[in-house]
């Protein structure tokens, strides 16, 4: 029997099926792996569902060994990311890699060169991965934290992976992002306490929960924000008019009101911060599976989440007030805020907070003052080509 690695190239709807499916079986002994549902997977991959493939070339692989499925790997350029100024990461020249899975190193190492070499033939210069597949999804590999579970909208990876893509050869740390968790059934400490309680005196403040009713506004608002407020960001793509509305459908389900607040000041919005109950709670005993009955399980739960732990992915304060007393300011009220409705109404008793780029001072400062500890490390890798 040889064990030769073969390459080849995603092609209609077998292959397809085949690339989902290996996540499912590598990862099937893994008590900390959530299988995400295979709708998703289906319409993450599918030109047409997916916006992200309205900017993107996107060429999908599998590795084969004596016939059998081995490994897969995404290789991807993002168009909007070719735009962006190369001092913030991405720019002109630079591809990606994502969605990596593999048996052993050696197989790593070949699917990793076949995305490589696809890139070059499309004019790339520099790669930047794991990035599965946009920027805004899960960006990183997991590098620390394998000892828990994901929350909702987070990726999760063996710790094996880490070695294998390192010694692939010329690859360097570009960014980390880190994630911080605390426990929400402790109040904050008195220092953060009296900056919300100043906070609820200045009459130029409002932080209101989101509104469901007027769900597209609110989505605009926040996508508004989030575009402006991270702008000059490490790692920023804008997102399309076409994905504000994408991204407004996919979340809706899973938006609160009372743990989604957006704050304003003299009546003009001007920072958010996003809550989302942890699904993967719920998704870690499915299989991936809605049907028959979990699709209807799901939604019970979503309308009113009990016990429930709450992630914070998504936080954004307008460029006019980053850096300033206020930004802070707005930011642990809103914090507080979520805390208290995520405890009061639904039992939470942790939270998270992540991504934060390992630079970002400002993020880092209030997770120590809220004193949240850092619990998981996503690392993104860089090469020349």
Do not use: C
Request: hydrophobic fraction near 45%; charged fraction near 25%.
């Amino acid at each position: 029997m040889s064990d030769k690695i073969v390459i080849v190239p995603v092609s209609g709807k077998s292959d397809l099926n085949a690339f989902i499916d290996l996540s499912y079986r590598l990862n099937a002994n893994d008590p900390n792996w959530v299988p995400p549902l295979r709708a998703d997977m289906v319409e993450l991959l599918t030109p047409g569902k997916n916006p992200f493939y309205e900017h993107a070339r996107v060429q999908l692989f599998l590795a084969k060994r004596a016939g059998e499925v081995v490994g897969r790997i995404s290789a991807h350029i993002d168009e909007l990311a070719l735009e962006q100024p190369v001092e913030q990461g991405m720019g002109p020249g630079t591809g990606n890699w994502g969605l990596l899975e593999a048996e052993d190193e050696a197989v790593t190492h070949t699917l990793i060169a076949a995305a490589e070499d696809w890139l070059r033939g499309q004019g790339m210069t520099r790669v930047l991965a794991p990035i599965s597949l946009s920027i805004w999804e899960e960006p990183g590999l997991l590098t620390y934290g394998h000892d828990h579970a994901p929350m909702v909208l987070m990726g999760h990876d063996k710790a094996a992976y880490q070695g294998w893509v390192e010694s692939a050869g010329g690859y360097e740390v570009a960014k980390r992002l880190y994630t911080y968790d605390l426990d929400v059934s402790k109040r904050f400490p008195d220092l953060v306490n009296r900056i919300v309680a100043m906070g609820e005196k200045n009459r130029r403040i409002t932080i209101r929960h989101v509104d469901k009713s007027q769900f597209a506004r609110e989505a605009e608002i926040f996508i508004d924000i989030l575009n402006e407020a991270w702008s000059s960001n490490w790692g920023f793509v804008p997102f399309t008019e076409t994905e504000k509305a994408y991204g407004a459908k996919k979340l809706k389900p899973i938006i609160l009101e009372d743990t989604n607040m957006i704050a304003e000041l003299d009546g003009e919005p001007v920072a958010f911060m996003m809550a989302l109950p942890d699904l993967n709670q719920k998704l870690m005993h499915m299989g991936g599976k809605l049907f028959p009955f979990n699709w209807a399980k799901i939604l019970w739960w979503l309308r009113n989440p009990k016990d429930a732990d709450f992630r914070v992915p998504l936080m954004g304060v307008v460029k006019k007030y980053q850096n300033s007393r206020m930004a802070s300011q707005l930011a642990f009220m809103m914090i507080e805020y979520i805390r208290r409705n995520a405890v009061g109404n639904h039992g939470a008793k942790r939270g998270e907070v992540g991504w934060v780029l390992d630079d970002n001072q400002g993020m880092i400062a209030i997770a120590d003052a809220i004193e949240a500890k850092m619990n998981r490390t996503y690392t993104i890798y860089s090469k020349p080509l």
